[in-house]
């Protein structure tokens, strides 16, 4: 059907640049800046005197357990985030469904621009002071991103593609799997690193219900007047958002659907 | 061609809650196995909308659409869709599967093996003319939207399906590669007589792809059913009239073939008699000119009384005119043209080796235009009723 000459000069075109060169020149800056700062406040600390009370606070095991607790408390905010509003999300771009998008996008922004401290104050008299709690209020401080995302991602794709795929035969389930899905997997994605990075940031706040978290750094070193601590509290919490901002990225990158500019 | 009936229309309507007027209203319409049926209409006539409740994208409110013979409502909407090919305009290519991926899609919904879906991709992208080798990894957005389009039928025919839906394939390609594809895709329908519905609000790609063509009104009222020719020769009411614009004789040469119309013959100068003969031969013309040619009766040049050498009556190689020569397949249009480049309005028809075969003139082309074959009974589901002067100039799809 084609004439030799098109077939040649397609020939020659287009083989796409390699994907792990691209990803290397990406992401290589992060981890750098995140090791000199790092090994910056190490050394700063080592270097200086500190008392009993810095010492009680300074010290790997000390340290290791509230990062666990802050990691711990963002991990599971973030999978709860994800099943609850990428499931709402997905549910909320189905036809029979979209008439309640404004209202449940009405409702996660609520959740949002309540000030964090504010809504966990409130959320622990009435649920008691634990983990749990912390837990909530970081689930509803960052559906929103995901939610918001996950509607506009998958709103996004062309909507002849779907139409193709139901003309060929496909199930709506299939159009929304091999289709929708994996095209909407970019943006929704960054919904999903905005609310990893928001559950980090807001983490910090559950030592007030004494939920843990190196949110404990920062406010003794603010009540106690000890600079070392408070400084290393805020270049911790800082650093660990910016490393599961980088991861976001580096997964976005892998999991992007090829074929897409 | 067959005639039985593969997709059958009875009394389709569909109306939208909430929409006084039908959007498609008592639609009747029968399609015999191999035909490619045109739908062409204004924008929002509901043409596409018709074409989409034959694979049920879109569900009739009432009516019933037979496909051999079986009734489309009685089946899985997704199974019976998997069996029908359909082509959109925006290719609907998934941007982020392989080119052999993009085709496979169907078999591997009817659970073919692996290899099989493999080999059928290959085969078909060779089929529209794609090599398998070069294409089969490509990603959509590697390809010109000529080929994107070309994997868009390869994908619809992935599962040789017998009804085809095509929803204005072509109309996104500029104007030379549509010109191919419609091109490349006749010449496929030769091959494979599919049974296709074809959807464009553009008439002269109805015109030349179709073997019936239905304009469509508001709410996909049938104004006329009818084959090209007739379609062009008689317009069932001014709407119609309009919808072909202007030109439509001349739209008629595009269908018509030099073999179809009555051939003359001119006298012939034969090398030898090029120098003295050709005196006396040329007063025998009477003043109109005559036609030398070399030994294998190859047409060579045009000549008349004027063209001898004053003194010995003999011909000049290079006296006269030039000739345009047209085949006998060349289209009325192309022998038009090669007529207003001769002198005389004369184009002359050589066979295959290029020998001399006749000559068609401009009175011919008259008295073929002035007795096109009058309309038949519109919508009477009567692919090749045509009547005509001659015979010979039934277009059937297998000449386009």
């Known amino acids: 059907m084609s004439s030799a000459v098109e ?21 290589a800056t992060m981890p750098v800046i995140l090791t000199v700062v790092l090994l910056g406040t190490y050394l700063w600390v080592s270097a200086t005197n500190l008392d009993d009370i810095e010492q009680r606070f300074l010290n790997a095991d000390y340290l290791l357990r509230t990062a666990g607790e802050h990691v711990t408390l963002a991990a599971l905010t973030t999978v709860l985030v994800v099943a609850i509003a990428g499931g709402g999300g997905i549910l909320l771009t189905r036809p029979s469904l979209r008439w309640l998008t404004p209202f449940a996008t009405g409702l996660a922004n ?31 401080y960052s559906v929103l991103p ?26 709506p389930l299939a159009v929304l799997l091999r289709i929708e899905l994996p095209l909407a997997v970019p943006v929704i994605l960054a919904g999903v690193r905005t609310a990893l990075v928001l559950a980090v940031g807001v983490a910090t706040l559950a030592t007030f219900i004494d939920a843990g978290g190196m949110g404990a750094l920062i406010v003794t070193g603010i009540k106690l007047q000890r600079e070392t601590i408070l400084v290393t509290g805020a270049v911790l919490t800082a650093a660990l958002a910016l490393t599961l901002d980088w991861l976001g990225g580096v997964i976005s990158d892998l999991l992007r659907p090829r074929g897409l500019d | 061609m067959s005639h039985d009936v593969m997709i059958d229309l009875q009394q389709v309507n569909k109306f939208y809650r909430g929409q006084k007027a039908p959007v498609v209203e008592n639609m009747s319409m029968t399609i015999q196995q191999g035909e490619i049926i045109v739908l062409v209409g204004p924008s929002g006539c509901g043409k596409t909308t018709t074409m989409k409740m034959i694979n049920r994208l879109i569900e009739p409110s009432s009516g019933r659409i037979l496909i ?38 169907v078999p591997k919904m009817l659970g073919w093996d692996r290899k099989r879906i493999e080999a059928r991709a290959d085969e078909l992208l060779h089929l529209v003319g794609l090599e398998p080798a070069i294409y089969r990894n490509r990603l959509p957005r590697q390809l010109s939207g000529g080929q994107q389009q070309r994997v868009g039928v390869a994908r619809a025919l992935a599962a040789d399906p017998p009804v085809m839906l095509m929803d204005e394939p072509f109309g996104a390609t500029d104007p030379m590669t549509r010109d191919r594809l419609q091109n490349e895709f006749l010449r496929l329908q030769e091959q494979l007589r599919k049974t296709i519905v074809f959807v464009t609000h553009d008439f002269d790609e109805a015109i030349k792809m179709g073997t019936r063509i239905a304009v469509l009104g508001e709410r996909s009222k049938i104004r006329q059913f009818d084959t090209p020719e007739n379609l062009l020769a008689s317009p069932a009411d001014s709407t119609v009239a309009q919808f072909i614009g202007r030109g439509a004789r001349l739209k008629q040469l595009d269908l018509r073939r030099v073999d179809a119309i009555a051939w003359e013959d001119i006298p012939l100068i034969q090398p030898d008699k090029a120098a003295n003969g050709a005196k006396r031969q040329l007063e025998q013309t009477e003043g109109s000119s005559a036609l030398t040619v070399d030994a294998d009766n190859r047409p060579l040049r045009w000549v008349n009384a004027d063209d001898l050498t004053a003194d010995a009556g003999a011909l000049d190689g290079a006296a006269g005119q030039t000739v345009t020569t047209v085949e006998p397949q060349a289209t009325l249009r192309d022998a038009l043209d090669a007529m207003l480049a001769s002198r005389d309005g004369a184009a002359v028809v050589v066979d295959e080796h290029g020998r001399y075969a006749g000559t068609v003139t401009l009175d011919g082309l008259m008295q073929v235009i002035h007795h096109t074959p009058e309309r038949g009974a519109p919508g009477s589901g009567v692919p090749d009723q045509r009547s005509g002067v001659a015979p010979a100039a039934e277009l059937t799809p297998e000449q386009r």
């Open chain 2, 68 to 105: 051999d013979g079986t009734d489309v409502t009685a089946l899985d909407g997704n199974d019976l869709r998997r069996q029908i090919g359909y082509v959109i305009q925006q290719v609907g290519l998934f941007p982020h599967m392989s080119v052999a991926t993009n085709v496979g899609l």
């Open chain 1, 7 to 27: 077939t040649q000069a397609a020939a020659t075109v287009l083989t796409p640049p390699s994907r792990w060169r691209g990803l290397l020149r990406r992401h």
């Open chain 1, 146 to 171: 995901v939610l918001q995302n996950t509607i506009v991602g998958i709103n996004q794709v062309d909507r002849h593609l779907i139409e193709a795929g139901r003309g060929i035969g496909m199930s």
């Open chain 1, 110 to 140: 609520i959740g949002q621009a309540t000030p964090a401290i504010g809504l966990l104050v409130l959320l622990s008299i009435f649920l008691g002071i634990d983990f749990s709690t912390a837990l909530i209020c970081l689930v509803a």
